[in-house]
């Protein structure tokens, strides 16, 4: 199963954007990139996901490299809500099985 | 809400005894997933179903520990003489295959084993 790496921990401005970045340089054409984040307490919430594109929706927006081997979640605006662990998971479809790492806690300071 | 449902939310127990979580997926969903996830740490697979089938466990499912879906619709996981080590929070997913598509967790079950 191919692994990705998350910087542990990052920090962010409330309203200014946030860039948080994920290596999976083993990725295989097949497997879809999609990212989670975790509040305490609680199960993850999907966030986005891609194949080769960059992708847009309501929360976030997803920027994959051109060799696929990294990509970027990025927050337009944080906000005190978006504190949580952020996952960057890789799904192999046939297996369509999630190997979680240990993420990225973003805490967003007021 | 994501439409998955777990029950209990909490369980305390006591060592050696034997504790059974339940989890009701999105009715139409065909695959079923459960994780274990400790303090820190990203949730770690255990098995999953698609349909009632159960295709795959994890070395880290112990032979305490079964898992069913029978009818293929919700699902039990249960743990036989519980030990401190089976203290995490126990979340369920379930998904739609084949679709490249978002897997929906449930808000867990979290046990603790004095």
């Known amino acids: 199963d191919a692994k990705t790496t998350q910087p542990n921990s990052m920090e962010s401005n409330e309203e200014e954007p946030v860039h948080l970045p994920c290596n999976h340089s083993?990725?295989?054409?097949?497997?879809?990139i999609h990212w989670y984040r975790q509040l305490p307490s609680q199960g993850p919430e999907y966030v986005i996901h891609g194949l080769t594109s960059n992708v847009n929706n309501r929360m976030a927006s997803l920027a994959i490299a051109e060799d696929r081997k990294s990509s970027t979640l990025i927050l337009h605006r944080a906000t005190l809500r978006d504190a949580a662990v952020y996952y960057c998971?890789?799904?192999?479809?046939?297996?369509?099985?999630?190997?979680f790492g240990t993420g990225t806690r973003l805490k967003v300071l007021a | 809400d994501t439409g998955v449902s777990q029950d209990p939310r909490h369980k305390i127990t006591k060592r050696g005894q034997n504790v059974t979580f339940r989890c009701d997926p999105i009715?139409?969903?065909?695959?079923l997933y459960w994780y274990r996830q400790t303090l820190g740490q990203g949730p770690e697979f255990l098995t999953y179903f698609q349909n009632e089938a159960q295709l795959e466990k994890s070395r880290l499912l112990s032979d305490r520990f079964s898992a069913e879906r029978p009818k293929g619709s919700f699902s039990t996981l249960e743990i036989q003489r519980t030990e401190q080590g089976d203290s995490a929070m126990y979340l369920c997913?379930?998904?739609?295959?084949?679709?490249?598509?978002?897997?929906?967790f449930g808000p867990g079950t979290r046990l603790t084993v004095l």
């Open positions: 009715s139409e969903h065909n695959r």
């Open positions: 998971i890789l799904l192999t479809s046939g297996t369509y099985k999630y190997i």
């Open positions: 083993t990725i295989s054409g097949t497997d879809y």
């Open positions: 997913a379930s998904h739609m295959i084949p679709s490249e598509a978002e897997q929906f």
